[in-house]
T-cell receptor
Framework: DAGVIQSPRHEVTEMGQEVTLRCKPISGHNSLFWYRQTMMRGLELLIYFNNNVPIDDSGMPEDRFSAKMPNASFSTLKIQPSEPRDSAVYFC?????????????FGQGTRLTVV | GDSVTQMEGPVTLSEEAFLTINCTYTATGYPSLFWYVQYPGEGLQLLLKATKADDKGSNKGFEATYRKETTSFHLEKGSVQVSDSAVYFCALSGQHGSGNTGKLIFGQGTTLQVKP
């Protein structure tokens, strides 16, 4: 398996523009996570899905952020409109969570810069 | 709620020195515990894990023991190398059946720098 695949690897956009980050989890995994990493706040869980259903989105900073998982092999994180403070590295991770067990595998991340 | 606390970094060591990175957690029941490593410009990689009390996880010379009595999962390595320079994250996943579905909670990360 190729692992968790994220695209794009780098994104530079202007303030106010819409940004869409994409994630392909490992085939067969049933949980998917979106994290944001910054120097100031470290690694923050934004939202996670189990069997394509959003379980906890309490980490989503505000309504400008939305995430979808239309099927087991694809998820998006959208920011509209983007702001400079959204600049960060966004990671997607997936796991096979069964009976309380299952480690997460991370993608390479998308480095977002909003200017 | 569940939480993980790691020792603050950066930790700077000479090659072949002994490494300890402290990690303690707060959680109900018996969570699963993990150490992840992040090399510059990369995503997080699972380093080792332990799923029940007294388990010892080990990989690449690193090891950590799940201590329920002290709610700790300290990372150790007997002889570090320059190539071990990275950021290390301790994490937990809550006990099954307590409303958890694999959510990982991370500590703040500890930067390790190993000098030749």
């Amino acid at each position: 398996d190729a692992g968790v695949i994220q695209s794009p690897r780098h994104e530079v956009t202007e303030m106010g523009q819409e940004v869409t980050l994409r994630c392909k989890p490992i085939s067969g995994h049933n949980s998917l996570f979106w994290y944001r990493q910054t120097m100031m706040r470290g690694l923050e869980l934004l939202i996670y899905f189990n069997n394509n259903v959003p379980i906890d989105d309490s980490g989503m900073p505000e309504d400008r952020f939305s995430a979808k998982m239309p099927n087991a092999s694809f998820s998006t994180l959208k920011i509209q409109p983007s702001e400079p403070r959204d600049s960060a590295v966004y990671f997607c991770a997936s796991s096979l969570y069964i009976q309380g067990r299952g480690e997460a595998f991370f993608g390479q991340g998308t480095r977002l810069t909003v200017v | 709620g569940d939480s993980v606390t790691q020792m603050e970094g950066p930790v700077t060591l000479s090659e072949e020195a002994f490494l300890t990175i402290n990690c303690t957690y707060t959680a109900t029941g018996y969570p699963s515990l993990f150490w992840y490593v992040q090399y510059p410009g990369e995503g997080l990689q699972l380093l080792l894990k332990a799923t029940k009390a007294d388990d010892k996880g080990s990989n690449k010379g690193f090891e950590a023991t799940y201590r329920k009595e002290t709610t700790s999962f300290h990372l150790e390595k007997g002889s570090v190398q320059v190539s071990d320079s990275a950021v290390y994250f301790c994490a937990l996943s809550g006990q099954h059946g307590s409303g958890n579905t694999g959510k990982l909670i991370f500590g703040q990360g500890t930067t390790l720098q190993v000098k030749p």
